[in-house]
């Protein structure tokens, strides 16, 4: 496992008689960006979540990394944007989260307001933040887009292909994938 950060086997998962993810065989290397496309109903949030460990699953997943999955829970959204993204990066200083903010095109007084009063789309720019505000671990975003205009889309976009680690990114939105992503993994 050398260049890889993460490798699966014969990954399986099943929901009663229903086949979520069949035999599954991935092999993902460090600091590339992969997409991750598929109808709905084929798995990808499944193959996420298992990934992340909370689901169980027949075959092998091997991985030196320790994943973050974007939409990620906000426990308290009445607390400020800064006591969120703190309770989500711990290790974080302000100057990273203001940092993070400005390429996502929020400005810094964002820190200062109550998370639920934010709009679904800058709630999206601070999560996603937080995501790569963590960086001892490997990112995973699933359909990063939904709540996002089309302004906030070109940003997101030119900040994700700026990003100098691999991540997993999941969207239906095949125009935004290609502007991010250096592979396709399609879920058949």
């Not at 990808?44 to 991985?63: A, D, N, P, V, W």
């Not at 200083?93 to 639920?116: A, H, K, Y």
């Not at 900040?159 to 502007?179: I, P």
Request: with cysteine; net charge negative; proline share 5%.
């Amino acid at each position: 496992m050398a260049n890889e950060i993460l490798v699966t086997r014969g990954l399986t998962k099943r929901y009663g008689n229903h086949l979520a993810v069949d035999h599954v065989e991935l092999s993902i290397q460090k600091g590339q960006i992969y997409g991750l496309v598929g109808r709905n109903g084929r798995g990808k949030t499944t193959l996420l979540r298992l990934l992340m460990g909370e689901l169980e699953y027949r075959g092998r997943i091997q991985s030196p990394a320790r994943f973050c999955y974007f939409p990620a829970p906000v426990p308290d959204p009445s607390r400020p944007v800064e006591a969120v993204l703190s309770g989500l990066c711990p290790a974080s200083e302000d100057w990273e989260m203001e940092r993070e903010l400005s390429l996502l095109g929020l400005d810094e007084e964002v820190l200062e307001r109550t998370f639920s009063t934010l709009s679904g789309g800058e709630q999206t720019r601070v999560l996603l933040s937080a995501l790569f505000l963590d960086e001892g671990s490997w990112p995973m975003l699933d359909e990063p887009t939904d709540h996002l205009d089309e302004e906030g889309r070109e940003l997101l976009a030119q900040y994700l292909s700026h990003s100098r680690r691999g991540f997993l990114l999941v969207s239906h939105d095949r125009a935004f994938l290609d502007r991010c992503v250096d592979h396709v993994l399609a879920l058949n």
